[in-house]
DNA sequence: CGCTTTATTGAGAATCTTCAATCTTAGTGG
DNA sequence: CCACTAAGATTGAAGATTCTCAATAAAGCG
């Protein structure tokens, strides 16, 4: 590891570290001091960024590695007998594959929805390193539980919303996920068309374009495009938890 | 561990083992060797059954422990701004807990539906144990993966589908899981209200009834307050992915 | 700059919910 | 053992929300 000619292919085409990589805070080596840390990164494989449209993960292939997005973003989309149904987005420092782990197989189709990096984390190297690292396995479990909490909040937004309700979670839970990871909570830009969104969502395109109106026009949030500005954060938090309806 | 004096007290009130547990096979020792399952043994705690509608968790209650389902079944409720919701429903051999290892407070009331046995395993030594195992820790990534991806279908059955085909899938989805523990999956007994489902549906407990009256009417299944039969499976698989709708 | 895709808007139709009344079941105590 | 009560389940009718169909507008892409 001492001259740059030793290096695999994969890391002249993107000198990225784990120990300079802004998101390392909130990945799985969170929890890891820098000699850890370095083992982990050599796990690491790093390629060339997805363009928008390009496919990450086919449905239906083999489990063997989970992946950390490190920018852009990505929609899982899950084929059921013709019918395509999003059923997750992946926002950097996020891991896509963990629920493949159990069957074997990755249960959806993963594509950018931009263009987006990510690092591949081969599984049984991970589940080696993380028999060494006690730090490691917590975090791997913590991932794992963060997205089951996260999969349960998102039933119980389907199961018990309307649709106004629904929205102001899906923009509240986003503008989370941007606030944690040091970006503007109250402005930001959607990857995903109107049409994703209903389709997460359980909601017609229709419907997500009246609700985004509504809101508008009761100044909880300014739209233009895929532009999102949220106005009035309060008010679209106690929408979304159904507490006033106007 | 020679005498019986020397075995703690709720080794007393029950001498279950996971080598005589006949769901050991579904459960977490799944694939572990004779002496491996007495050390995973040996850190389980089992407590006096549970009665209907006794508390195993509350609501934000530092976590601890995972539960496994022995007998009978409880359901999770979380309780967010006075609203109650049902989020999920455990049946023998499923674990408890694991939604709560991220935040390390549990995320919801979890009770007996009926009389109910538990087997308590202390999160600290389940990962000291693993770290020893890669069976054991496989397995528990097993299960993890495999809540990920149940919860995922149930995301895209409430995002996508009429009431007829939730209850369908959630009649099918019952079925599995007592044919996977050796049960009819054609009769059984819903340990649940139509209320309860309803919450979990995200359905008005009238629609229950009344879509479970059209079930019957369309000869799928025989219902008898919560006895169940199922008399066209098939019929009631294409209903609930959707094919066909009368 | 034109073309394709994506988004908005309107009107009618369908589904589901709500409200209300009735019926059934399960649990309790006489 | 039966009656009684409370909780759970069913059924009907009206109302609301959301969906579908359709037409138009805007935006993104080559």
Redesign the interface.
Known sequence: MTTTVREPRYRRMNETRCRTCSLSSLCLPLALEMPDMDQFDAIIQRHAPLKKGEVLIHQGTPFNSVFAVRSGSLKQV?N??G?E?V??FYLPSELIG??????GIY?GRVHALETTTICEIPFNKL?AL??QL?EL??Q??????????D??R???L???KTADEKLASFLISLSARFRRRGYSPYSFRLSMSRSDIG????LAIETVSRVLGRLQQQGLVATSGREINILDMSALERLA???DAP
């Open positions: 899950v059921e007998k019918e149904q059923s997750n963990l629920d493949a782990i159990d069957e249960p589940d993380a028999q006690p396995r917590t791997l479990y913590r991932s794992m539980s963060k997205e089951l909490r999969d349960r998102m039933l119980r389907l199961s018990s389709n997460y969502l359980g938890e159904g507490e």
